[in-house]
């Protein structure tokens, strides 16, 4: 159990997080944008479980928080995208920089 | 042992190096299709750093939801939505190049705050048992798992609701 120093683990949360990010800024494509945020979310969970060995709660709360951020990326996913399917149904497209409608 | 736990620890450091790759490909790809299938890559992997943490049900939990449920709708949702404007599939380079200059500011921040803190190591008595995780899900946390039982249930109204074509 002991084989990786926390570290570790926390750097590579660190680097699926930054993916996610510069994808969310970068993509045109709302999928891709759906994609990155399903990155971030892992990141956190990996951080949830990893901090459930080292502080002094219940063992298992972490791991049950983590279970519920799955269960919300789930979620988020399903909503997600059937608004892009909405979307893309009613103004034929998935590009983030045409979807102006309520800018003003 | 020792050479076995030489092996394990080097598995461990090639799923998180297979994870960052394939979470930097989920980003850059410019095809949508190859960025939902680096996703389902890092999802694994992130599986298998659960398994290493271990947080086994966990593990079990993001095979099944994520790359099972999860991918399946990213594929769908890519394939019905899936026009010849795909070739333009990020913003301009003057945007890539200001937002991978941002991230690396703030990735350089906490990767400084997350070494200069001594972590105590992970311990090896933390492994749970299943019967351990369900026991405290229905007696600690059953109010945020009632809640969401609700949230789920809205959420496949809501999703149908939202997906579907004729209006009422």
Redesign the interface.
Known sequence: ????????????A???F??????I?????V??V???I??ML?AA??NL??F???VKT????G??F???V??????G???G??????L??NRH???T?EMNLLKW | MESLQVLVKAGIYILMAAGSLAAIGAVFFPNLFYAGLSLAGVLICVAGIYLSAGADFLAMVQILIYVGAVMTLIIYAIMLTNIEEIKVSHLGIKQILLSILAVSGFAVLTASAILSIDWRPLSGQNRLEVHELGAALMSRYIFPFEVLGILLFAVLIGAIVIARKDKV
């Open positions: 159990m002991n084989l990786i120093p926390t570290e570790h683990y926390l750097l590579f660190l680097v699926l930054a993916a996610g990010v510069t994808g800024l970068t993509r045109r494509n999928i891709g759906l994609i990155s399903e990155l892992n969970a990996i479980v990893v459930s060995h080292t219940a063992p298992e709360t791991q049950l983590a279970f519920f799955i269960a919300l990326a789930a979620a996913a399903a909503v995208l059937a608004i892009v399917l909405a893309y149904r497209t998935v590009q920089d």
